[in-house]
């Protein structure tokens, strides 16, 4: 479903800077590799959109819904198991962010942060799968 470019600090949350830098603990769901998507609404859509997506119960942050999927994550050849990983997409379109055509859906890596969270996996390449299940589910490969 879909492919990253090689994989960066940001993408992975391993920040250069010093400890006050923060870990946000997640990773936006950007084009990649892929040529001519809409990347505001294409993971949304087009890869979760069947998911059980909610608004934020928090009133400050209603813009954005929420959902779980579960995600095999196989790193380097080595099954990881399945993770059930939190999804966050921002609706709002009157953002810098969306004007300027950036990403708007994230992945939250809670307890599978210790599988990618590392420098060993800097300029890999991260595959996304999944699978048509009820409900989907999918994996996430770093070769």
């Known amino acids: ?14 920040p250069l800077g010093t400890s006050s830098t923060n870990k946000t603990g997640s990773m ?8 001519g998507i809409d990347q505001r609404h294409f993971f949304r859509v087009e890869i979760f959109g ?9 009133p400050g942050k209603k813009h954005y819904e929420r959902a779980t ?3 095999q ?6 099954d990881y198991g399945v993770y059930p990983l939190k999804l966050s997409h921002n609706t709002k379109t ?15 890596w809670g307890e599978a942060s ?3 969270v590392r420098p060993d996996l800097l300029g890999r390449i991260m595959y ?5 299940t009820n409900p989907p589910t999918f994996m996430v490969e770093i070769d």
Do not use: C
């Not at 936006?28 to 040529?35: N, Q, R, S, T, V």
């Not at 998911?51 to 928090?58: F, G, I, T, V």
């Not at 996304?128 to 048509?132: A, K, P, Q, S, W």
């Open 94 to 108: 009157d953002t810098t962010t969306y004007i300027q055509k950036n990403s708007m859906t994230s992945v939250h």
């Open 50 to 58: 069947d998911l059980e997506w909610s608004r934020d119960a928090n």
């Open 28 to 35: 936006l769901w950007k084009k990649g590799a892929i040529e």
């Open 69 to 71: 999927a579960n995600f």
């Open 128 to 132: 996304l799968y999944r699978r048509e």
């Open 73 to 78: 994550i196989v790193v380097k050849g080595i």
């Open 1 to 14: 479903m879909w492919q990253s470019k090689p994989l960066t600090r940001r993408d992975l949350n391993i």
């Open 114 to 116: 210790s599988v990618v």
